[in-house]
């Protein structure tokens, strides 16, 4: 409440330069840079401090599945050094504890409105700015409009008849309590078998007196070999932070694995496929997408790795009716793996059951549970752990207008026509920029790696503006179309579309398919960023301020 005592008091005309929305890991970093370089700018965001998806995703096991040592800001050399992360793959307590760290070693909550929704942003074209309206009514202007609200914030709750009627409680992944949830003596069903649902099924069943597990779609699951570090790597990480961010930066996805063998999967023989394979595993992390260089282009070798996998099911649980179940049978990486802690395992407890959605689809949830089209099986507690509305959904829900009243929405025809440039910016809206937005790396890199790539190129984007006297920036046209066609043709050269996912759409009824993600790798992308920075901003129109010459 300080913080927006403050804003009220300092800014009555409520008239910025720059206005962010989120809290998360993209507007804290975004707006210490914009305020460093001296722009007044102002965060609004809907929760009542930051973290952003990590403040809400407090399901039972949530934990990242980047190595904790990567996940994490390296813009500043203090922090980097301060902080000290406990285990490998971080828990979400720890990761908020984090991003708390960082807000107040940077004095961030001062310029961030927490408990603020922005339902609006409206462009102004004669006046050249943004305005925006919140939940309450208030109205703001801005010279820039920054989104950094991610693709991953608009939780899924799908339709199903009957949820009103349910007499137990019911939870999303995505949006989870912050007081403990009591599973004990509970009759528990979870809905969904991706990220959360694999990550919170093997916690609940420690708990619950029975757990049944719908799922529709099984997913390709690899240990995650959690461990907690030792002051000795500790130290030496510390010291070498310089490379491991030369190395993020510069490598595929932005993490700290390598392509092992830089060879076709279909080069080795069986016995030495299976060494490999074997060696990964037992390492834990993602390394089995980077065993061979073929694994996501050539179908032949991704089913070396698929197979691989699926053997590994059938030897964990004991059932083989419900391993065969949990066996994926599209392309692996075609909907995204997770990294798991005893997921398979949990399916030899005696009171977890399994329950195939796809061959008999829930029907409708009922006062006593959900019933599907063969059994209705009872509850007293449903665990929603059905994802997000991906790429598009966070956007779609604040009305935003550009030019000629042109809303986003409209213009991406409700994602079926998604087109943008770099993922950063939109031919019809001046001066609004989106951080890790759609047909950017994404999803398929490790976020903090783009994020900060984003942010320091929005960044350095408005220092050039400014320092050249421009007043508005805008994506042509024609380089929006060049970017798109280039997205979608590398996208068509590999497995990634070939599986229906939250990656396409796939999972929210009735949205178009389309899949959204730059996949030429974070250093290949940051390339084309610089190159086109380098250029003076190609592709972009820049309008100059009155009497100020280009």
Not at 276 to 297: A, H, I, P, R
Not at 352 to 372: C, F, M, Q, Y
Request: glycine share 8%; with cysteine; proline share 4%.
């Amino acid at each position: 409440m300080v913080a927006n005592q403050k804003y009220n008091q300092t800014n009555q005309n409520n008239d910025f330069d720059a206005i962010v929305i989120g809290a998360g890991f993209s507007g804290l970093y975004m707006l210490h840079r914009l305020r460093e370089a001296g722009l007044s700018t102002r965060v609004f965001e809907s929760n009542s401090d930051v973290g952003g998806v990590w403040y809400v995703n407090r399901y039972p096991g949530a934990r990242c599945d980047s190595d904790s040592i990567i996940y994490n800001y390296t813009f500043s050399e203090e922090i980097l050094q301060e902080w000290t992360w406990t285990s490998r793959f971080p828990e979400q307590e720890e990761i908020l504890s984090y991003l708390n760290f960082v807000a107040n070693k940077l004095d961030l909550r001062r310029d961030i409105q927490f408990n603020t929704r922005i339902i609006a942003a409206h462009y102004d074209e004669i006046n050249k700015r943004w305005r925006f309206q919140t939940e309450e009514g208030t109205s703001l202007t801005a010279k820039y409009f920054i989104s950094g609200i991610g693709f991953l914030s608009t939780a899924n709750i799908p339709k199903f008849k009957g949820l009103d009627s349910f007499k137990g409680d019911w939870y999303h992944t995505g949006n989870w309590p912050h007081e403990k949830v009591d599973f004990k003596g509970k009759r528990v069903g979870v809905i969904g078998t991706g990220s959360s649902g694999i990550q919170s099924i093997p916690i609940i069943a420690q708990e619950a007196d029975h757990l049944t597990v719908f799922q529709r779609t099984p997913g390709y699951c690899t240990p995650a070999r959690n461990h907690p570090y030792d002051p000795e790597f500790i130290s030496k990480t510390k010291a070498n932070y310089s490379k491991i961010r030369n190395h993020t930066r510069n490598s595929k996805g932005g993490y700290l694995d390598t392509l092992i063998n830089n060879r076709s999967a279909l080069d080795d023989t069986l016995e030495e496929r299976q060494r490999e394979y074997e060696k990964v595993w037992e390492k834990g992390g993602f390394s089995m997408q980077v065993t061979y260089n073929d694994l996501m282009v050539n179908p032949e070798a991704n089913d070396t790795a698929a197979e691989f996998i699926r053997s590994k099911i059938s030897e964990i649980v004991n059932d083989q009716e419900v391993a065969e179940k949990l066996k994926p049978k599209y392309y692996y990486g075609g909907k995204r793996p997770v990294l798991d802690t005893n997921y398979y395992e949990t399916y030899n407890r005696e009171n977890v059951a399994l329950v195939d959605v796809k061959s008999a689809p829930i029907a409708e949830i009922t006062p006593n549970g959900i019933r599907t089209t063969e059994h209705e099986y009872e509850l007293d507690i449903i665990v929603f752990a059905t994802g997000f509305d991906g790429m598009t959904g966070p956007l779609f829900k604040i009305d935003i207008r550009g030019k000629d009243g042109l809303s986003l929405k409209e213009k991406w025809v409700n994602g079926a026509k998604v087109k943008t440039y770099l993922g950063i910016a939109n031919a019809g809206f001046p001066n609004m920029f989106m951080i890790t937005g759609p047909q950017s790396p994404s999803a398929l890199s490790n976020l903090p790696v783009s994020i900060e790539q984003h942010v320091e190129w929005i960044g350095d984007c408005i220092e050039y503006l400014r320092k050249k006297g421009v007043e508005t920036i805008e994506a042509n046209i024609d380089a929006e179309e060049a970017w798109s066609k280039h997205c979608k043709e590398l996208a068509d050269q590999s497995l990634y579309t070939k599986a229906d996912s939250w990656y396409t759409g796939a999972n929210i009824e009735g949205k178009p398919r389309s899949f959204l993600i730059y996949i030429g790798g974070v250093q290949a992308y940051r390339q084309k960023c610089d190159e086109i920075a380098v250029r003076g901003y190609d592709g972009f129109s820049l309008t100059p301020a009155r009497d100020t010459v280009l």
